[in-house]
């Protein structure tokens, strides 16, 4: 059986909210995002970077830190008030899940977590307000990237970790099966009404796969992908122009300068009616991934940022994906 929504968690998600990236060179990284992928920068200290979408008024949604290594220090939800912090504290220890409150500039009350499969989460219930670009046309840059939309990680176990967020409220709104069951390969979760803010797929994991940004319309992402290959970067778009079957999005994925990815994406769909049931599609079915187009590359599918401290296992459940290089007869 598929999992099931607890419809009354015991504190409230509201959405995907940000993701901490550490990075190894900072000025870099602030001008890949900055200049090739559009997002405003907030705010710069001497070892962290603080950028957003365009529409947002939270004071960031992406946190580029410095450091000697490259990894994905954090992925960022929000709940909607204080007392849903205070709510989750006490339901981290009762479950006797690791968790601690922690200051976090520019953000309310905050409290990191680790789930089930280790993923190193974080929540907060507020940030400090900026003024909104979304009318700023003259400050569009490139993919003109608006707000933070989901992450998908790599997971060992989809299960669990669907089991888990679940039943924290998150509905599922399609998911990857296989031989006409319902164990799960990939689970696509949300909380805000579309199709996703959390997304869990098969494979050597704990590790972020990618974090997403909506953009404007489909003409966004061609000249996304036009400013990246004028500034030379053309190596580093790592899937697309493409439409997924799975979401229905058009979707941009790209590299950062420490292989971080990226997607910049659009018109996913609405999933707000409670009656309507996930919709599934079989691991076999290409179109689930790319409904038109070609497969994607080997770097697609098998590499994806690290969590700090936290050891990679193997998949509960074993794949070998067709990829482009298949696709093309390339060993």
Do not use: C
């Not at 419809?7 to 200049?35: G, Q």
């Not at 907030?42 to 992406?62: N, P, W």
């Not at 070609?294 to 193997?314: I, Q, T």
């Amino acid at each position: 059986m598929l999992p099931v929504t607890n419809p009354n968690p015991a504190f409230r998600i509201t959405r995907a909210s940000h993701v901490t990236l550490a990075v190894t060179d900072l000025a870099k990284s602030r001008d890949f995002y900055r200049d090739a992928i559009g997002l405003v920068v907030t705010e710069e200290t001497g070892d962290t970077v603080y950028l957003r979408g365009l529409e947002e008024a939270a004071h960031h949604s992406l946190v580029l830190e410095q450091s000697e290594i490259a990894q994905a220090r954090r992925v960022g939800l929000r709940v909607r008030t204080d007392a849903d912090i205070r709510f989750a504290e006490k339901f981290f220890a009762d479950n006797n899940i690791e968790h601690q409150r922690i200051e976090r500039a520019y953000q309310g009350a905050t409290l990191q977590f680790r789930d089930p499969v280790g993923t190193l989460m974080e929540l907060t219930s507020e940030m400090d307000v900026v003024p909104r670009r979304m009318q700023n046309y003259d400050e569009f840059k490139s993919g003109a990237p608006q707000r933070i939309d989901h992450f998908q990680v790599v997971t060992y176990d989809v299960g669990a970790a669907t089991e888990f967020w679940t039943g924290l409220g998150m509905r599922m709104s399609e998911y990857t099966a296989k031989d006409g069951t319902d164990e799960l390969w990939g689970s696509w979760m949300e909380v805000k009404g579309n199709t996703h803010d959390l997304v869990f797929t098969n494979g050597r994991g704990p590790r972020l796969h990618h974090f997403a940004f909506a953009v404007p319309d489909a003409t966004s992402l061609i000249h996304a992908a036009d400013v990246v290959g004028a500034l030379g970067l053309g190596d580093e778009i790592d899937r697309g122009p493409g439409r997924h079957g799975i979401s229905n999005a058009l979707f941009l994925y790209l590299r950062d300068p420490d292989q971080h990815r990226i997607e910049l994406f659009n018109t996913h769909y609405q999933f707000i009616d409670l009656e309507t049931p996930p919709i599934r599609w079989d691991v076999t079915d290409p179109r689930r991934a790319q409904l038109w187009g070609m497969p994607a590359s080997r770097r697609w599918f098998f590499e994806a940022s690290e969590f700090p401290g936290e050891a990679v296992h193997e998949p509960l459940l074993k794949a070998n994906p067709d990829t482009l290089e298949d696709y093309l007869g390339i060993h």
